[in-house]
């Protein structure tokens, strides 16, 4: 299982960004789809979930600013992040859930300058 995060870059506050995570093999096979981020000298941070099914949730700090979407065809997750904050200057990751398992992505960093 791979997990290929990219789109991540330097940003002013107020502009928007998205990230995408490319998997291997059906994206559909996947029960859930995360994205998580991880800022200095913080801990690692859920942000989004979108459900095999199609459902969607969201961390608070984000909530109404990113949304979480799938292309099927493409196997590919997206985070579309808009009116970016400085406080969302992290290494963002994905995660994915198959067969019961958790598998990791590398990160992309996103950088918000204000």
């Known amino acids: 299982v791979q997990l290929q995060a990219s789109g991540g870059g330097l940003v002013q506050a107020g502009e928007s960004l998205r990230l995408s995570c490319a998997a291997s093999?059906?994206?559909?096979?996947?029960?859930?789809m995360r994205w998580y981020r991880q800022a200095p000298g913080k801990q690692r941070e859920f942000v989004a979930n979108?459900?095999?099914?199609?459902?969607?949730s969201y961390a608070d700090s984000v909530k109404g600013r990113f949304t979480i979407s799938r292309d099927n065809a493409k196997n590919t997750v997206y985070l579309q992040m808009s009116s970016l904050k400085p406080e969302d200057t992290a290494v963002y990751f994905c995660?994915?859930?198959?067969?019961?398992?958790?598998?990791w992505g590398q990160g992309t960093l996103v950088t918000v300058s204000s």
């Open positions: 093999g059906d994206i559909v096979s996947y029960s859930a």
């Open positions: 979108l459900a095999r099914g199609g459902s969607t």
């Open positions: 995660n994915g859930f198959l067969g019961g398992l958790g598998y």
